[in-house]
């Protein structure tokens, strides 16, 4: 949205924020004053005046981090955590830990139906998922344990026990790089029983998991849609999956366990949109040079438990003329000589084309030397490493003499 120079920016349609000049739109004031009503911690924090809120008086808000949260402690948000603890045995609330741009984990608190009304909301905002919001369908979840406030599984249960309203979640652990042959025969073979018409998963699991039905040679005809979610993907992984699932549209669903589903869009497309029902999503110019680049400060919707205000969720958007591109985590990028952002956008774009890999990482080994890691079933062509090494020789944040690249994770053929 578009505003009056005094205003702030977000990435929500018009209609959604509402009208403001010099003072916030009603929808957004109203969203704010609710959160101060529903959590001390942020008058706290700083506090509010009564008169309408002008834009000079927003931008003072702190912004919150997700470092605060966890030096303030999950119990901060709430007046009296003894009753909150008395609603999650009653199962009135639920909690999920996360770890996100920290290393640290966070406890997150929400509503009991929150999470489910969050992804409808997401659902509706999509045409390729709209289809699923109101009806019936089956879905197979690949992702890591504890991945979000959806149940995933935490034990070896059998295949009835990770069955719920539909969806079946595939993994009993976390890292599918060290899943033996045997385990993925039996996530394929669960996904042929299961016939799912809805795949979502991170996008390493998923291309991984495109890899497993390759190799064992079978169709799965019934899957019309796979959700790229839970990570950033690069566009090996989006093509790996075409292959295996050629009938599938690809949705791109962002979001993180405590800010709930934030933008969604086809995958590649450049045209993220903005969830108006779940969150106000403002836009902050990350750094002077960069057009179009901007930190995002997220304001939760409709949120009871821990609702979150100009949250920076730690992600780096670009504005395009369909929508946004999410560039990735503000820790992850990089930057040429000239100032331009070096992004897995980049690094897919320094691949030959006829290289196909399952997954790659870029990691820094020493200060002057880059590794270029990648799963694949041939060897790299020369021509990679050229092309990774013109990308890397203007980087800015360290300054690598070299790049070599090797398969790693220790998959075979």
């Known amino acids: 949205m578009e505003s009056p120079a005094s205003a702030s920016v977000f990435a929500n349609a018009p209609e959604a924020l509402g009208a403001g000049q010099a003072t916030l739109p009603g929808p957004l004031e109203q969203e704010i004053r609710a959160i101060y009503r529903r959590s001390p911690f942020y008058g706290r924090r700083f506090p509010l005046h009564h008169e309408p809120l002008q834009w000079s008086c927003y931008r003072e808000i702190p912004v919150l981090t997700k470092q605060e949260i966890l030096d303030r402690g999950h119990t901060a948000f709430f007046a009296d955590y003894p009753e909150i603890e008395r609603g999650l045995q009653e199962k009135k609330y639920e909690y999920e830990h996360t770890s996100g741009t920290t290393s640290g984990p966070m406890t997150v608190v929400m509503e009991d139906g929150w999470w489910n009304a969050q992804?409808?909301?997401?659902?509706?905002?999509?045409?390729?998922?709209?289809?699923?919001?109101?009806?019936?369908?089956?879905?197979?979840?690949?992702?890591?344990?504890?991945?979000?406030?959806?149940?995933?599984?935490?034990?070896?249960?059998?295949?009835?026990?990770?069955?719920?309203?539909?969806?079946?979640?595939?993994?009993?652990?976390?890292?599918?790089?060290?899943?033996?042959?045997?385990?993925?025969?039996?996530?394929?073979?669960?996904?042929?029983?299961?016939?799912?018409?809805?795949?979502?998963?991170?996008?390493?699991?998923?291309?991984l998991l495109a890899r497993a039905v390759k190799k064992r040679r079978i169709n799965v005809p019934s899957v019309r849609t796979v959700i790229l979610t839970y990570g950033k993907a690069s566009r090996q992984h989006s093509r790996r999956i075409a292959e295996v699932f050629p009938d599938s549209a690809q949705v791109d669903l962002y979001g993180s366990t405590e800010a709930g589903y934030i933008f969604v869009g086809d995958a590649f497309a450049?045209?993220?949109?903005?969830?108006?029902?779940?969150?106000?999503?403002?836009?902050?110019?990350?750094?002077?040079?960069?057009?179009?680049?901007?930190?995002?400060?997220v304001t939760t919707r409709d949120r009871e438990a821990m609702p979150?205000?100009?949250?920076?969720?730690?992600?780096i958007v670009r504005r395009t003329p369909t929508g946004y591109r999410i560039l990735g985590r503000e820790r992850d990028l990089y930057f040429s000589g000239d100032g331009r952002v070096v992004s897995v956008f980049e690094i897919d774009a320094a691949m030959p084309e006829g290289f196909a890999c399952w997954h790659w990482s870029l990691v820094q080994s020493a200060d002057k030397r880059w590794d270029f890691q990648y799963v694949a079933d041939e060897i790299a062509p020369a021509g990679l490493a050229?092309?990774?090494?013109?990308?890397?020789?203007?980087?800015?944040?360290?300054?690598?003499?070299?790049?070599?690249?090797?398969?790693?994770?220790?998959l075979t053929r």
Do not use: M
């Not at 599984?153 to 042959?181: C, K, M, Q």
């Not at 990350?286 to 400060?297: A, S």
């Not at 979150?308 to 992600?315: I, M, S």
């Not at 990308?391 to 994770?409: E, F, G, W, Y």
């Open 119 to 207: 992804l409808r909301r997401a659902y509706l905002a999509h045409p390729e998922l709209a289809r699923y919001a109101d009806r019936s369908y089956r879905k197979a979840v690949l992702a890591p344990i504890g991945c979000s406030s959806n149940l995933c599984p935490y034990e070896d249960h059998p295949f009835p026990h990770r069955y719920f309203d539909g969806t079946v979640y595939l993994n009993l652990s976390s890292d599918p790089f060290v899943f033996a042959e045997a385990e993925w025969d039996r996530i394929v073979l669960e996904l042929q029983a299961l016939k799912p018409e809805v795949i979502e998963g991170e996008p390493v699991y998923l291309s």
């Open 270 to 297: 450049d045209n993220l949109r903005a969830i108006d029902g779940n969150a106000f999503v403002e836009l902050v110019p990350w750094r002077g040079n960069l057009k179009d680049v901007y930190q995002i400060n």
């Open 308 to 315: 979150l205000l100009r949250y920076f969720t730690g992600d």
């Open 386 to 410: 050229r092309g990774l090494r013109a990308r890397l020789r203007v980087v800015q944040r360290r300054r690598p003499a070299d790049c070599a690249c090797r398969r790693s994770h220790g």
